[in-house]
């Protein structure tokens, strides 16, 4: 066990062990906040003013009934959830690298107010001859009180040693 930049605890594994995790959910985030300033700073960073996330008014006759998160806010919330799960790190790594995602779908808008976490789950592990170490996630951001997950997303995540 070791202490990342944040001085947080995070549970170091070697590769046998991260492999007889596959098929089971590593790690579950903290709660983050999506208020109404979060999307705003999002909107003004991405430039999409869309009424539906800006304006609280005008949103109330749309079909959510209030203003929501934009999708590509919730996903980038990603890293930090991620951060935040203490889900185990392979021993030695120096680094590690977002390789990308398979699959990626916004299954439920996430109203401003709500509350988000993530739940990970390791769905497979590959080593490459170089010594990286490809881990795939299965990513879902819960919306605290509903059923329905906000989104869904096969992640990839690339571990340098």
């Not at 006759?61 to 790190?89: Q, W």
């Not at 990513?139 to 040693?161: K, N």
Request: proline share 4%.
């Amino acid at each position: 066990m070791t202490k990342d930049k944040r001085g947080e605890r995070k549970i170091m594994c070697t590769l046998d062990e991260l492999r007889s995790m596959v098929g089971q959910e590593v790690g579950v985030s903290d709660w983050y906040l999506i208020d109404q300033d979060m999307v705003n700073r999002f909107a003004d960073l991405t430039d999409d003013h869309q009424f539906h996330h800006v304006d609280p008014e005008r949103a109330r006759d749309s079909p959510f009934g209030t203003t929501i998160a934009h999708g590509m806010l919730t996903l980038s919330l990603l890293r930090s959830m991620y951060e935040s799960s203490k889900a185990p790190v392979l021993d030695g790594t120096s680094m590690a690298v977002s390789y990308g995602a398979n699959r990626l779908r916004f299954t439920a808008p996430v109203p401003t107010g709500s509350r988000v976490r993530g739940h990970f789950t390791l769905a497979d592990l590959n080593e490459g001859d170089d010594g990286r170490v490809l881990q795939t996630f299965t990513f879902t951001v819960e919306i605290e009180g509903q059923s329905r997950p906000a989104l869904i997303a096969e992640w990839l995540i690339q571990f340098v040693r």
